[in-house]
């Protein structure tokens, strides 16, 4: 693993916190409750808890398949607008971001590979 400067990581992190939450906010209309970012080389993995929208709470109790597919929808749209605002903002090339959500305990996984190491 590289190492980089502790100033940078901490920076980076809260800018791609940062990020993160507006794009949650963007997409959801609300923010994420908790999130904890590491750094691996190329790869970020961004750990966070999540506030499910109410609408899709209700609806998973009696059309589950349907909000199984509005999630998957919903983490797409997610994945391309983040890597489009790293991309933008942090000035970072973005290979693929994958992305996991449990509506059960709205706890997320995100990982991020970069173009190049860190």
Not at 58 to 66: A, D, E, R, T, V
């Given at each position: 693993?590289?190492t980089?400067?502790t100033h940078?990581?901490?920076t980076?992190?809260?800018?791609?916190?940062?990020?993160?939450?507006?794009?949650?906010?963007?997409?959801?209309?609300?923010?994420?409750?908790?999130?904890?970012?590491?750094?691996?080389?190329?790869?970020?993995?961004?750990?966070?808890?999540?506030?499910?929208?109410?609408?899709?709470?209700?609806?998973?109790?009696?059309?589950h398949?349907?909000?199984?597919?509005?999630?998957?929808?919903?983490?797409?749209?997610?994945?391309?607008?983040?890597k489009?605002?790293i991309?933008?903002?942090?000035h970072?090339?973005?290979?693929?971001?994958?992305?996991?959500?449990?509506?059960?305990?709205?706890e997320?996984?995100t990982?991020?590979?970069?173009?190049?190491?860190?």
């Amino acid at each position: 693993m590289s190492t980089i400067s502790t100033h940078f990581q901490h920076t980076f992190k809260k800018d791609l916190a940062f990020l993160y939450n507006r794009v949650n906010q963007e997409i959801y209309g609300v923010g994420v409750k908790k999130q904890r970012i590491e750094i691996f080389d190329d790869r970020v993995i961004i750990f966070a808890q999540h506030k499910r929208v109410q609408a899709l709470k209700m609806l998973s109790k009696n059309f589950h398949h349907l909000t199984i597919s509005v999630d998957s929808a919903l983490i797409a749209e997610f994945k391309s607008l983040f890597k489009g605002q790293i991309e933008s903002t942090l000035h970072l090339k973005v290979k693929t971001i994958l992305k996991d959500y449990d509506p059960i305990t709205e706890e997320a996984c995100t990982i991020i590979y970069l173009a190049e190491y860190m």
